[in-house]
Structure formats: C-alpha cells, structure tokens
C-alpha cells in the first residue's frame, strides 16, 4: 500500500516555542492531506484539510493562526504548531486519501507525540 | 449524539478466541466503511475496507455491514496476543474526509 511518513515521530518543546510537523507521501502524489489530533484514550479528531496549491480548510474551533499549514509540494505537507502550550501536548496524526479506484480509505503517517513544557 | 458511536472497552479475551468489534452510526451517507488497527503511539493501520453491505473476510478478519440498521461489525478469528491494540471504524460519504468512532481497545491474553 501507499506509505506516508510523518517526521518527528516525538518532540519536546518549551512553552511558547514554534513546532514543525512533516508528512509526505513517499510513492504517490497527495492532493490532500489530513491532520488529526488524538488526545489519549480518545479517537482521532480531524483538525484541517490540506490541499496542494491553496488554503487549508479548517475545522470548526481550531485556530488557522495557531496551526499553520502548509502544502506546497505533491508530496509534502507541513503542520507547524505556533507559540505552544501545554495544552497543545497531543499525538498528531496526517493521513492522505486512498486513490486507487475511488477509494476512499486513507493512508496514515505515524503519528508525532508533541510534548510542550 | 455522536455521528459514529463506538464501545471503548477495554475488552479483554484469551488467546484463540473470537473477537467482536461494533460501532453504529446516524449519518445514512455514509457510503464506505474501514476498520482501522493502532498500536500504541503509532498511527493508524488500514486492516479492511468495505462499500456493500454483507460481509467481507480476509485471514481471520471479517468486516459485516448492516446498511439498513447503521451498523458494522469487525470479527477476529483464532485471536493472536499480536492483535492487541485499539480499533477504530471509520466511514465516509462521497468526501474524502474520514469520521472515526473513539475506538475500541483490546488486549488478547496468552
């Protein structure tokens, strides 16, 4: 299947720092990408929508200016979290849709434990 | 009320038994359905993916779908110790965009 990888897979970061995620897909062309954030024992919540060459479409209640995405390339999309608190610590996910046939299923990155001290 | 409901658990079972996983929705344009499987602080892995409703088998997985009572079902065969971990349906209208239940989390005991 379609491999996406996500760089960190941990970072440790001070209170008030900036933080950037990556996730590319390795042998196919994303479009789209999706980042999620899980909170533990808790199930994956959609943060926004990347799309390659335009903005990224953001869910309700979280903050385009806090988390800045961007996708420039086919292949890569960039999650950066701003000016973090402790209350961002969460696993971040990103994901691409399947495109194999109208698939919908979605491939996922391995995830990135942020830690804000 | 949540668009996908799924059972937290935990749930454990011994080893060899058949597992059970359900999750239930509201939303009627949900037109695919996927079990996904997540270890520990990994993301999630695609295990089964499905569009019809009856039931779909691969090795010791079978995905069921009941379109008519908003319901689906994952079973495990023969379960291993290597099977424990969370479990996460998904599903999807014509959008690409995935709805996940919360997750359900296993321990199979040797």
């Known amino acids: 299947g379609a491999v996406v990888s996500q760089h960190p897979s941990w970072v440790i970061c001070k209170s008030g720092t900036s933080v950037k995620i990556e996730c590319r897909s390795l042998?196919?062309?994303?479009?789209?990408m999706f980042w999620y954030r899980q909170f533990p024992k808790q199930s994956l919540m959609l943060m926004a929508t990347?799309?390659?060459?335009?903005?990224?479409?953001?869910e309700q209640g979280v903050e385009k200016d806090k988390f800045l995405i961007n996708h420039a390339s086919l292949t890569l999309s960039t999650l950066t979290v701003t000016s973090a608190h402790p209350e961002d610590s969460s696993f971040y996910i990103c994901?691409?849709?399947?495109?194999?046939?109208?698939?919908?299923?979605?491939?996922f990155g391995q995830g990135t434990r942020l830690t804000v001290v | 009320q949540k668009e996908v409901e799924q059972d937290p658990g935990p749930l454990s079972v011994p080893e060899g038994a058949i597992v059970s996983l359900n999750c239930t929705y509201s939303?009627?344009?949900?037109?695919?359905f996927m079990w996904y499987r997540q270890y520990s602080r990994k993301g999630p892995e695609l295990l089964m993916y499905?569009?019809?409703?009856g039931n779909k088998e691969d090795g010791r997985f079978t995905a069921q779908v009941d379109k008519s009572s908003k319901y689906i079902s994952l079973f495990i065969r023969d379960s291993q110790p290597s099977d424990s971990a969370t479990y996460l349906c998904?599903?999807?209208?014509?959008?690409?965009?995935?709805?996940f239940g919360s997750g359900t989390q296993l321990t199979v005991l040797p």
């Open positions: 994901s691409a849709p399947g495109t194999t046939g109208g698939n919908t299923e979605a491939f």
């Open positions: 042998d196919f062309q994303a479009t789209t």
């Open positions: 990347s799309n390659e060459g335009s903005k990224a479409t953001y």
């Open positions: 939303n009627s344009a949900f037109q695919y």
């Open positions: 499905t569009y019809s409703s």
């Open positions: 998904a599903m999807s209208g014509t959008a690409r965009q995935l709805t």
